[in-house]
């Protein structure tokens, strides 16, 4: 191959290419932006709106449904438009969610969360398929451990930050600076980040807008049916947890500062789980670390179950989770490369999101009502879906291989 046509592909795709570094800045600037939202929004809810925890799962079930829906179509916009356009417009939700703060009016509230809701699925849609298209397969492992290392660690310096300045900053004018810098962000992402989709149509015939006649081969594949039961399981209990931890920190310490520094803790061990995962990957396959990452969901589950009341615990057991959690997340895209084919990848990432928004929402309402009743019911419950998780992980694995077998015979 010639030198020129070699550089053009290194351009391209890679680890080093500009679509991927500009890719892990922007999501890393957008989560820093969201951060408070993540590790902020149930205090806000409970402490300055007034409500109980039920109200603030009726809300993350409102965006994630929105979310997920959004998702689909992002998905397929992303064939027809492009990830560059898709991806703009998911970034303007981290505006949206600073926005929430700006009032204790349920109702308008609500609204906020609605186009938050509404932006997402696009954004996690474009931004994996932006992914796995920039990096490549051989590379996927790592590739994806520093993109959602970006993310996470984006989270963690948000929320440590959320942490330092709360004593002298209120909820609103936390969330004025997370929209200021959320659009910024848009502004970095349209100046650099350049359009690699490979031919996105300019004409949207109405057959093509049919979703469900391009995701139904999709829904018939067993393989895509057990990443999906996968997601349903281990995710729902994600939901869960992402909507109890902080609450429950915040009821033992009485300090909203805390549940923040305890998200940049978590998301901090999380970076390291995520970058770990991504190299064990590459060098020694998905199998083992998907399933120690399940197995260890729920060895972190029943170790919540047991100190619901101890600060200690939830800090402990919490990280952990997190970073188990997200282990399992990095491996998603390189899963979705292997089960879909170039045509399908979009769709199946836009699948995918639907599932993680469905499970998120349905956990989040139950930990919600399970809270009321006993603070350790979540916990024992994500136990036992983390373990369908696992089951479902090791039948994908064994599948795959036996196909990757195949094609090498």
Not at 376 to 400: E, H, I
Request: with cysteine; aromatic share 10%.
């Amino acid at each position: 191959m010639p030198p020129e046509l070699r550089s053009s592909d290194q351009q391209t795709t890679g680890l080093a290419s500009r679509a991927f570094v500009i890719l892990c800045v922007v999501s890393f600037f957008s989560n820093f932006a969201t951060a408070p939202f993540s590790a902020l929004f149930p205090v806000y809810i409970e402490a300055d709106v007034g409500k109980v925890p039920l109200y603030t799962a009726y809300l993350r079930t409102l965006m994630l449904a929105l979310g997920g829906i959004c998702a689909i179509v992002g998905g397929r916009l992303c064939d027809l438009l492009g990830l560059k356009f898709v991806l703009m417009v998911g970034l303007t939700g981290a505006a949206a969610c600073g926005l929430a703060f700006q009032s204790t009016n349920f109702w308008i509230i609500s609204c906020f969360v609605m186009l938050a809701g509404i932006a997402s699925g696009p954004m996690s849609a474009a931004s994996q398929s932006y992914l796995i298209s920039s990096v490549g397969r051989t590379r996927l492992g790592i590739g994806g451990g520093v993109f959602f290392l970006s993310h996470s660690l984006g989270g963690s310096l948000g929320s440590f930050f959320t942490g330092m300045i709360k004593p002298t900053w209120n909820f609103q004018q936390i969330g004025i600076a997370m929209a200021l810098t959320a659009m910024i962000v848009v502004g970095i992402a349209i100046a650099l980040l350049p359009d690699i989709s490979k031919s996105p149509t300019t004409r949207l015939d109405r057959k093509e807008l049919l979703f469900w006649r391009t995701y139904l081969p999709l829904l018939q594949k067993v393989e895509v049916q057990l990443l999906i039961t996968m997601r349903l399981c281990i995710t729902g209990f994600w939901g869960m947890a992402t909507l109890l931890l902080p609450l429950l920190i915040y009821r033992v310490s009485g300090d909203a500062a805390t549940a923040a520094f305890y998200g940049s803790l978590s998301l901090a061990i999380a970076a390291g789980c995520q970058i770990t995962t991504g190299w064990i990957r590459d060098r020694f396959g998905k199998s083992i670390p998907l399933l120690v990452s399940a197995l260890g969901i729920a060895v972190c589950a029943a170790g919540l179950g047991l100190s619901p009341d101890s600060l200690l615990g939830l800090f402990t057991f919490g990280t952990g989770l997190t970073g188990t959690a997200w282990a399992v997340s990095v491996l998603v895209p390189s899963l979705i490369d292997e089960i879909a084919s170039s045509e399908e990848k979009n769709r199946l990432v836009g699948l995918g999101h639907l599932a993680w928004s469905t499970s998120m929402a349905i956990g989040g309402i139950a930990g919600g009502v399970l809270v009321e009743i006993n603070s350790s019911l979540p916990f024992f419950l994500g136990v036992f879906l983390a373990l369908g998780g696992a089951a479902c992980l090791l039948a994908l694995c064994r599948r795959l291989d036996r196909q990757t077998q195949g094609k090498n015979a």
